[in-house]
């Protein structure tokens, strides 16, 4: 065999390792995140009270799970009497859906600052953890909102069935089960990298270039291999 026939064969291997990393790249799973009014009703000490607020939640890729965070762009309920700070403690709950189910509890820090009386109540962060038992896509929507403050309890209930937040594209962890999972979390912690559509494609598109480099190498060693069994003359 020609080594014009050795150099095509290599090139076609090449082109071949890079079209499969190509192939990968585009085949990126996808995150959609989207913020959603939810309308809540809320069951004070005082009576009954409704606040709409926008609510955004993020998913950030933690080992096997997801670091979930809730984030309310509007106050929701309001006090009486004055909070000072540290006085009230929020926590929340996040609907499973999709190709999981279950809920997700998310909980944060007691607010920082005092909130002055017949103002409404701006949630921090919540966050949790939660780790997929299915694979597929799985969307995550506002649940009960639970307010404790000066040794009282409100409960907020979304009432116009909103829509999700997030939908992740996961896959189950290994020797998951069934259902979803019920996990604590705290506002705190380190920042993590957020996932979504781009992180997935840079991700992907790492094993991309692996199975390029692995195909250039398969290649040049068939050359080489080849070359050796050449009879010499």
């Known amino acids: 065999m020609s080594n ?3 150099h095509i064969r290599t090139a076609a291997l090449a082109s071949a390792a890079a079209l499969a990393g190509s192939a990968v790249l585009m085949a990126a799973p996808a995150a959609h995140a989207e913020v959603v009014d939810v309308n809540y009703q809320c069951k004070t000490p ?3 009270k409704s606040a709409v607020s926008p609510i955004d939640i993020k998913g950030v890729k933690s080992g096997g799970g997801y670091k979930i965070t ?3 762009q509007k106050g929701v309920s309001s006090s009486p009497v004055e909070l000072g700070k540290g006085s009230m403690k929020p926590s929340a709950t996040i609907e499973l859906g999709g190709a999981d189910s279950g809920t997700v509890r998310v ?3 007691a607010n920082q600052a005092a909130i ?5 109540i701006k949630i921090n962060d919540l966050s949790g953890t939660y780790t997929p038992k299915k694979t597929g896509k799985v969307t995550f929507t506002a649940g009960v909102l639970t307010i404790e403050a000066l040794g009282t309890t409100t409960t907020c209930t979304p009432s116009n069935r909103p829509g999700p937040s997030l939908t992740l594209d996961v896959t189950a962890a290994a020797g998951g ?3 979803g999972t019920s996990h604590s979390g705290s506002g705190s912690g380190a920042e993590l990298p957020q996932t979504g559509p781009e992180d997935s494609a840079i991700a ?3 094993l991309g270039g692996t199975v390029l480099l692995a195909g250039a190498a398969g290649a040049l060693w068939l050359t080489r291999r080849n070359q050796a069994a050449r009879p010499r003359h």
């Open 204 to 206: 992907l598109g790492t």
């Open 116 to 120: 002055p009386a017949n103002t409404p």
């Open 46 to 48: 005082i009576g009954d």
């Open 4 to 6: 014009r026939t050795y």
């Open 70 to 72: 809730m984030s309310w």
């Open 177 to 179: 089960s069934s259902g």
């Open 107 to 109: 909980t944060g820090p």
